[in-house]
């Protein structure tokens, strides 16, 4: 008597059926896909205001994390650090609702590899990366944006490394300022406290403007504490004000007898280009140091 042909084709189907499951678990683990913010927690459960190497770990809140993402204006063509990284929110953020690349740099190594699942659970493995390591021991000069929930003396301890990136790199920091390297901008709510800084170009010194299309010209002695400017014009009898540095953009102001003078630019190399308008007429300066 033959089988029916339903009964002969099923160890053949359940054979085909029980590889495409494994191949599928194969390919969404391979591709990150599969594990749940859940499953991450199984493995490790931090809780808020455990002690960490140099600060405890408290993560700052969802509201908080988009702000100072905002605040840095951060783009698909960032990448971002987040020094003493915890669960990698910041990161995971940065990424998710941004489009940035982001790094998180986390001490204690089950939180690094908490955060590393917690990337991966929420499908961001390809712009991502949590590492394990000292922030004080990490080279981040590749950031564009760099993130900050720490101390204000840890602040402090890095701020000469920041002052040391490239100009218009974006700083962030929940909670705690610089000292006297006083924050761009400030953003104080409910949510908590985040300031922005751009790490100002360095612009110190003597300098003299000539007209591209003309024969004016003007000398600027230029002294500079962070992005804050102060310096004289001409001889040395009239003061600038309002000057000072975002990133590599500059802006002055000062008064030579009656006539105003407001400067506008850039530096691009060792020249600053310039838009100089003086009784509403606006011309392109070059300004080069001594
Ligand atoms: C206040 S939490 C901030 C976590 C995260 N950035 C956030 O805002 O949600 C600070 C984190 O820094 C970590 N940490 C402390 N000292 C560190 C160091 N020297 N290097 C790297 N991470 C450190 C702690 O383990 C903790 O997870």
């Known amino acids: 008597m033959s089988m029916p042909i339903r009964h002969r084709l099923q160890p053949w189907l ?35 205001g455990q002690p960490g190497k140099d600060v405890v770990w408290v993560p700052t809140n969802d509201p908080l994390v988009t702000r100072m993402l905002e605040m840095a204006q951060v783009g698909k063509n960032d990448l971002v650090y987040d020094l003493g990284a915890g669960d990698g929110k910041i990161a995971i953020a940065a990424a998710k609702q941004f489009g940035a690349r982001a790094i998180g740099v986390e001490y204690n190594p089950d939180m ?35 993130t900050l929930y720490l101390l204000p003396e840890l602040n402090l301890r890095l701020r000469p490394t920041l002052l040391k990136m490239k100009p218009g790199t974006r700083v962030v920091s ?24 751009i790490v100002p170009a360095e612009v110190a010194g003597k300098w003299t403007f000539k007209q591209q299309r003309g024969d004016d010209r003007f000398d600027v002695n230029l002294a500079q504490t962070f992005q804050k400017l102060s310096g004289t014009v ?6 600038i004000s309002n000057a000072e540095m975002s990133g590599n953009k500059i802006e002055m102001m000062f008064s030579e007898g009656d006539v105003q003078t407001r400067l506008k630019g850039e530096l691009k190399g060792n020249q600053i280009e310039a838009q100089v308008t003086r009784n509403d007429v606006t011309s392109t300066f070059i300004g080069t140091r001594h």
Not at 24 to 37: D, E, F, K, M, N
Not at 177 to 190: Q, Y
Request: net charge negative; hydrophobic share 40%; with cysteine.
């Open 14 to 48: 359940r054979a085909s059926a029980a590889g495409l499951l494994l191949t599928s678990v194969i390919a969404a683990q391979a591709l990150g896909a599969g594990v749940t913010r859940e499953e991450c927690e199984k493995s490790y459960k931090p809780s808020t």
């Open 112 to 146: 690094a590899q908490l955060a590393q699942c917690l990337v991966k659970a929420e499908g961001v493995g390809d712009k991502v990366k949590v590492v394990q390591g000292d922030i004080f021991e990490t080279d981040f000069s590749s950031a564009s944006v760099i």
């Open 174 to 197: 929940h909670s705690f300022l610089m000292d006297d390297w006083r924050p761009d901008e400030s953003s104080v709510s409910t949510d908590g406290a985040a300031y922005l800084w």
């Open 234 to 239: 001409g001889k040395g009898t009239d003061d």
